[in-house]
């Protein structure tokens, strides 16, 4: 039903910057919650960033400051502009949204490694 694609994860250097963004294929869908995740080995999954469906941006201490999350109601997308990047950032960055029928959906995910 939902399908979502995570792209542009990647390798950069500490103190550098990526861009994610997720996209949601097939119809268009009204979310009542959408947002970003990260998991490393050993690790629970956590919440990055991410918008309830009052349009109410929530982050992670760990990242605020440094990320910003945005989205595209007509692409079906979220994305997420990663700033200041630690090596603590280092992790597979997930994408999940929560329909109004309150199922989620995810991603495969994306790797992200900050070297120091």
């Known amino acids: 039903q939902v399908r979502l694609v995570e792209s542009g994860g990647g390798l950069v250097q500490a103190g550098g910057s990526l861009r994610l963004s997720c996209s949601a294929s097939?119809?268009?869908?009204?979310?009542?919650?959408m947002g970003w995740y990260r998991q490393t080995p050993g690790k629970q999954r956590e919440l990055v960033a991410g918008?309830?469906?009052?349009?109410?941006?929530d982050y992670a201490d760990a990242v605020k400051g440094r990320f910003t999350i945005s989205r595209d109601r007509g692409k079906n997308t979220v994305d997420l502009q990663m700033n200041s990047l630690k090596p603590e950032d280092t992790a597979v960055y997930y994408c999940?949204?929560?329909?109004?029928?309150?199922?989620?959906?995810w991603g495969q995910g994306t790797h992200v490694t900050v070297s120091s």
């Open positions: 918008f309830s469906s009052a349009g109410v941006a």
């Open positions: 999940k949204v929560r329909s109004w029928q309150f199922s989620d959906y």
């Open positions: 097939g119809s268009i869908f009204s979310f009542n919650f």
